[in-house]
């Protein structure tokens, strides 16, 4: 089984994220961040796994471009998504918009994983907005690992 997890990421959170899939998941795992790598053959794999994370309630453009661009192979291929965020009550609402419903329902499994505000990472006006919205001043760890240990078992048991 060779697989890829394809994911953009602001600031490290959801990169982490990817990286603690890969090192749970069996076989062969590529991991592509979108940002940095242009081309990606997704031929080359059986299965895919898409993350990224959401800012101002919506997920990276380019992670909703590389969706709309492969749904095609997508659909032939075995799925996994994944979403970083911090609202935890706006969670599953913010995931629904983020990916069309053919893949949801063509996708094996996908998990909300929570997320990380990292302030010493953001500019002024990230830090504004996080303080505004979350009234968190200090860095905050929400990140859900039961999650990312489920995801990778439930696509290791759908085989
Ligand atoms: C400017 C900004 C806006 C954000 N907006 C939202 C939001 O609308 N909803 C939410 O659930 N989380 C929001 N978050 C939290 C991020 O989704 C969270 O920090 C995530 O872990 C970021 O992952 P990344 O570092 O991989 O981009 C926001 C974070 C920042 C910095």
Redesign the pocket.
Known sequence: MKTIIV?????????S?AEQIKSKLQGDVDLANIKKQKKIDLDAYDQIIIG???????I?KKIKKFCEQNTHILLQKKLGLFL????DE??QE?FDKAFSDELKAHATTYKLT?????LE??NF??RS??KK?SGETESVNNLKPDRISELVKELETDN
């Open positions: 994911y953009a990421t602001s600031h490290g959170t959801t990169e994220v990224g994370s959401i800012h101002m309630g919506v990276q970083s965020c911090m609202d706006k969670a913010q929570g997320g990380e505000f990292k990472k953001m006006l990230e907005i996080v919205v």
